[in-house]
């Protein structure tokens, strides 16, 4: 039961970073105007999770539930797309990304995209206007201490496993190491088969 | 011998129900908002926000907001909608309608909304009219819950959705028995605490248990003539979210 509403929360909260972000970067009605109606689908596979963008006039909304049709669907894993929400913020960045497929309008996509570009989004805000400044400050300490040692943890497990493979790569056959052996292999048979050839000649040349 | 109907766990006679229901809201609308924050610890705004959600609406739409009440599932709605939509905002009540309209001149919302007091059963719109009808915790309070569905029914364009929020029956065993005595023991005496009426607020808590469960009011749906109907329990099936497309 809660996660849908947490859901409901979470999306809630991400509309209303969106529009503080619009406010901020004072984007009008009319900077909107082309995009007005517009709707983006974001389909995460590995979650199971759909997510709507719907172009207001004034605003975005955001939805998990169905809104019938897409002008532009993007479906991916969450990697893929938090690859290409990274890519927004920088400038004439591709949209391809492995296990990325976008369907319907390429066009409504790059306006979406350069006008995200332009949001200035401020996440903290938001939970300080939602919560307060105490609990919001508390809050935002403990993301990014969490963030940060998640950081520096990945890190080391990423240096813990390069040093393992190193210190064991003797140990492990490789299919170069493997394939090598093979022809040297080969290469030692054909030489027995000539030297038991030549053999036999001389012994025939003796007799 | 005079037809009736529930009014909480009474019967009553069909027409004195909607007067019943009237009173009811007449004296609970002040302290409506408070209230709902209160009982539901802040809840039902997300349960309207998933309404909203599965509504999908787009700029330009005409939208139809039954038991409008204070007018804030139909306020979120507009400005989905934007300029070139129209909600009305529809209720039996005049008090409650009141309450809405002040609400929407105090948030400076007025664009797109329009107010009409009318019974959900006899609809004051012509066919087709609507490209969204809702009704948020209203149904449960109609006499003739079939008529007011065939209404919405009727006032739906072909492609339409139709919305159904209400309490609805709890999932689970253990939730349920929790529920039951939260709505009987604490609920009444928030009422008479905050809003000085623990009669009305036993009133709703016997309307929830009246109103049918959730597959009960999806067959109703169907039967009023709604296709592919499905329904989302929320926060344990303490409401659901039903829709019925028109096609």
């Keep these: 039961m ?117 949001l200035e989004l401020d996440w903290e805000d938001v939970v300080t206007r939602a919560l307060g400044p105490i609990p919001a400050g508390l809050l935002i300490k403990t993301l990014r201490t969490a963030r940060e040692q998640w950081l520096i943890s990945r890190a080391s497990l990423q240096r813990q496993a390069e040093d393992f493979v190193r210190s064991e790569q003797t140990l492990a056959v490789t299919d170069s190491l493997f394939s090598g052996h093979a022809n040297a292999v080969t290469q030692l048979d054909r030489n027995i088969d000539r030297l038991a050839a030549r053999i036999k000649r001389l012994e025939s040349r003796d007799e | 011998m005079k037809e009736t109907t529930h009014f909480g766990y009474k019967e009553v006679p069909v027409e004195e129900k909607t007067y019943r229901v009237r009173e009811v809201f007449n004296s609970v609308a002040r302290r409506y908002d408070v209230m709902n924050d209160l009982m539901s610890a802040g809840m039902h705004r997300l349960w309207k926000r998933v309404t909203v959600e599965t509504a999908a609406v787009r700029p330009g739409m005409q939208i139809l907001d039954l038991a409008s009440g204070t007018g804030d ?105 929790i529920y039951d005595l939260y709505s009987f023991s604490v609920l009444p005496t928030l009422g008479k605490v905050v809003a000085n009426d623990a009669e009305s607020y036993q009133y709703l808590a016997e309307s929830i248990r009246k109103h049918p469960d959730q597959e009960t009011l999806k067959s109703l749906m169907e039967t009023a003539g709604f296709d592919s109907v499905s329904y989302q329990n929320l926060t344990g099936g303490i409401v659901a979210v039903h829709l019925g497309m028109k096609s």
């Design chain 1, 2 to 118: 809660m996660p849908r509403l947490f859901l409901a929360g979470l999306v809630s909260a991400s509309e209303s970073a969106i529009a503080a972000g619009m406010r901020a970067a004072q984007l009008t009605p009319e900077d909107l105007a082309p995009m007005v109606g517009k709707v983006l689908r974001l389909q995460v596979t590995d979650l199971d999770l759909d997510l709507w963008i719907v172009c207001g006039e004034k605003r975005w909304w955001l939805s998990t539930e169905s809104q019938e049709h897409a002008d532009v669907e993007l479906s991916g894993t969450l990697g893929s797309l938090v690859e290409i929400a990274r890519s927004i913020t920088k400038p004439d960045s591709p949209l391809i990304f492995d296990g990325l497929d976008i369907r319907g309008s390429v066009g409504v996509l790059q306006t979406m995209q350069s006008m995200f570009r332009s």
């Design chain 2, 73 to 177: 599932l139909a306020r979120a709605m507009a400005r989905r909608a934007g300029s070139t939509g129209r909600v009305c905002l529809a209720d039996i009540n005049d008090q409650m309608l009141r309450v809405g309209r002040d609400r929407a001149i105090d948030a400076g919302e007025l664009t797109g909304l329009s107010w009409c007091q009318c019974d959900a059963e006899v609809l004051p719109f012509a066919d087709a009219t609507f490209d969204r009808v809702t009704i948020g915790f209203g149904l449960r309070n109609v006499t003739r819950k079939e008529l007011a569905l065939s209404e919405m029914y009727r006032v739906l364009k072909p492609g339409g959705r139709a919305l159904v929020l209400e309490f609805s029956k709890p999932t689970s065993a253990p939730l349920e028995q």
